[in-house]
Structure formats: C-alpha cells, structure tokens
C-alpha cells in the first residue's frame, strides 16, 4: 500500500523513534525484563499510543491501516514496545463500544498519553482458544458483581493498571451466552498476580491473575450481561492483522541487517552478497514479508470499510509469525558464527516472534475459522457415532 499524506507524516515519525530510541536499546529492555513507564510516556507525547482512541478521549482517532502502519514501524525496532501499542488499541476499543460513559471517560484518555497499562484476561488454565469454556465466575450481588477463579497467560500481568476479564456470568452449559466482560483496576482487593519465566518478550510480564471475592461495582461491566464472548471476538479480527504486522516488522529488521552484513563479509575475494546461496534466501524472505503485509493491510482496510475480514485476518495470523520466525531464523544463518551469539538480535526476535505462534490463536484455529468460512461449519465438525 502506499500511504497518505497524513499516514506519511505519522510513519515518519514512527520511522524515526523507532529507529534512533528504541532499536538502540531493543536487547537491553529484554535483558531488564520490566515495562519502561517514562518510555511508553515519550510516545505517548509524541502520538504514538492509542492512535486510535477518538479525539474526545486524547487520542487521533486513526483507521485501522494507519494503526497498522504505525505498530509495523514500531515493531522494527521494538517488537514488545509494538506489542504495547496493539494492546492497548485492543483494549480501548473494546471499551469505546462497551463502557459506561463514566469508566470510558476515566480509562481512555490514559491510553494515548502513556499514563495506563490494560491488560485482556481470557485464558484460563483449563481454556485457551475455547473462550465459551470459561468458567472464572462473576456472581451479582447488589450493586457489584464479585469475581472468583484464575486467568493465566496475560501479559502484562504484573504492571497492568486495569484487566479487561472475561467471566462466567451465566451457567456453563450456555456457552458463550454466559461470558461477560469487566474492567477491573489492578489495585481492588483480593487481586493478586504471578509471573512467568518465559522463553521470549520478558518485558511483557506474562502470568497468572488470581480473584479471591474480587468486588467490582456493576458500572463497571463492559457491554450487556452474557455479550463479552462477542465483544472479543470481534475485537481479535482486528488485533490478528496487528499482530501479523507486528512480527512482519522484526522479520524486516532482521532482513535489513542482513542484507547490510552480506555487503561487509568478504569471502573468497568479494562479498559473500554475490552467492546466490546467501541472497536468494533473502530475497525468499523478502518476498514473503511483502506478500504478508499485503494481505495484513487488506484486511485492517476491509475493517475500516465495515466489510467482513474474519477469514483475511485469520489468514494472516497463521501465516506472519510462522514466516516471521522462518526469515529471521534464515537471516540469523547467514551471520554464519556471528549469528548463534546472544549478542546479536535475531535470537531474541525468534523467541518472541514465537509467542504469537500461539497468542490470540494458533496456526490450527486459524485454519480452522478459514476452513468452515469456505466449506461451512456443518461440513468441518465432527459428527457423532452412528
């Protein structure tokens, strides 16, 4: 795609910062394992958080491609500080649609300027992709609605200043019907988080939540009572094709480095760029960046045009971060020696490419969701015996 006169001007600025603040200093935030709160403000100063948010709310109110070209951007020099920002556009429009007017007015104009964490709560140890399976309770009582049970898998778990938790309201036996979303301020009482020990983004702070008679006033409910399963998952077609873009930028990073070290090394006379050896593989990569990002921006403009994208954006949720992680590790070979150091940073962007291999969907429940748009969901379920 090629962007606009506004998109321009917000991508250089993206371009810039990403580039002389955050790749700098990419591996060292990782080596820290901790969410730089003055950095996400610089940003946020700047007009690179909640870009999406509405005006009245601080933010710029951008479509979703322009957001998309601005966590891509961010991505090539901070994979996790991008995750941040897609996050958070997440969370925010999820409240827009579905917070009372008093709790959008408090959280929102957070979001842009830096001041505020949210952190999506879904996953329960028992219940992954399956989110009509969760059980986490929240029991009415008055005028609140108190909340027990764990969520696991959240990232941002230990510096969240809120959680938008998705909580069984109704029986398990309705499902999805049953599911309804909260927003629920990290510092209400009986609250409490742990963090895991994870192979890549250290700095998003992945864990468990735990709620131990979690009292949360009704005002606080996103939506109608038994809405939050679709409320998420309209809010994940969006997210997937951030997401993509996301891992699409590190895998550019990676390339660009080494395309620039193909030029350096010198062997047998010349620079090893003339083997064809080393830079078809590169230009394999290169190509199937371009044609991932493609397909990413198709689907962000098919959700600014109010068209469908539920299978574009599955599509490219499976196909990013498998490709991501297939170029930088591609790219991390063609260092030769250099290439296995921890000191380099392809290592440290397969891993946390990886994670989104499994985050907000695997490759099988994308396929999945492709397989029933095209054959339709009688023709993929499973039957019953006979």
Same mark, same amino acid.
């Given at each position: ?15 810039? @910062? ?71 556009? %997440? ?82 036996? +309705? ?100 083997? +064809? ?16 990002? +493609? %397909? ?33 590790? +591609?790219?991390?070979?063609? @260092? ?51």
């Amino acid at each position: 795609m090629i962007p606009n006169e506004e998109q321009s001007a917000l991508l250089d600025a993206a371009r810039r @910062f990403s580039r002389e603040r955050l790749l700098p200093t990419y591996m060292q935030r990782e080596k820290d394992g901790i969410t730089d709160r003055a950095l996400l403000r610089e940003m946020g100063a700047l007009g690179l958080l909640g870009v999406d948010v509405a005006p009245d709310y601080g933010g710029l109110g951008v479509d979703g491609v322009t957001t998309g070209l601005i966590v891509e951007e961010l991505a090539y020099g901070d994979f996790n500080i991008s995750a941040i920002v897609l996050v958070m556009s %997440l969370c925010g429009a999820i409240i827009a649609r579905n917070a009372q007017p008093e709790v959008a007015a408090k959280w929102l104009p957070r979001i842009p300027t830096g001041d505020a964490i949210l952190a999506l709560s879904i996953t329960e140890p028992k219940c992954g992709s399956d989110a009509g399976s969760l059980v986490l309770k929240a029991r009415r009582d008055g005028d609140f609605y108190v909340l027990n049970g764990e969520k696991t898998s959240t990232t941002y778990c230990d510096c969240a200043d809120a959680f938008l938790v998705f909580a069984r309201t109704g029986t398990v036996e +309705q499902g999805a019907r049953g599911v309804t979303a909260f927003l629920v301020p990290s510092d209400t009482p009986g609250l409490q988080t742990t963090r895991f020990s994870d192979l890549g983004s250290h700095m998003s702070g992945r864990g468990s939540v735990f709620f131990d008679d979690v009292r949360i006033p009704a005002s606080h409910r996103l939506g109608d009572e038994g809405k939050g399963f679709s409320q998420v998952m309209a809010g994940f077609d969006y997210s997937r094709a951030l997401i993509a873009l996301q891992c699409l930028g590190a895998a550019q990073a990676s390339l660009d480095e080494a395309w620039a070290y193909t030029k350096e090394r010198e062997a047998f006379g010349g620079p090893i760029a003339r083997f +064809q050896g080393v830079s078809f593989p590169l230009v394999e990569g290169e190509t199937l960046v371009a044609a991932a990002r +493609q %397909l990413s921006y198709h689907a962000l403009a098919l959700r600014d045009a109010g068209q469908a994208h539920t299978v574009e954006a599955a599509m490219v949720k499976y196909l990013a971060p498998k490709t991501a992680f297939d170029v930088i590790h +591609q790219c991390a070979l063609t @260092f030769g020696h250099y290439g296995w150091s921890m000191d380099l940073p392809h290592q440290q962007r397969m891993r946390d490419v990886m994670g989104l291999e499994i985050g907000d969907g695997t490759a099988g429940i994308m396929k999945m969701i492709v397989a029933r748009a095209r054959a339709g969901r009688e023709a993929t379920e499973e039957r019953g015996a006979a």
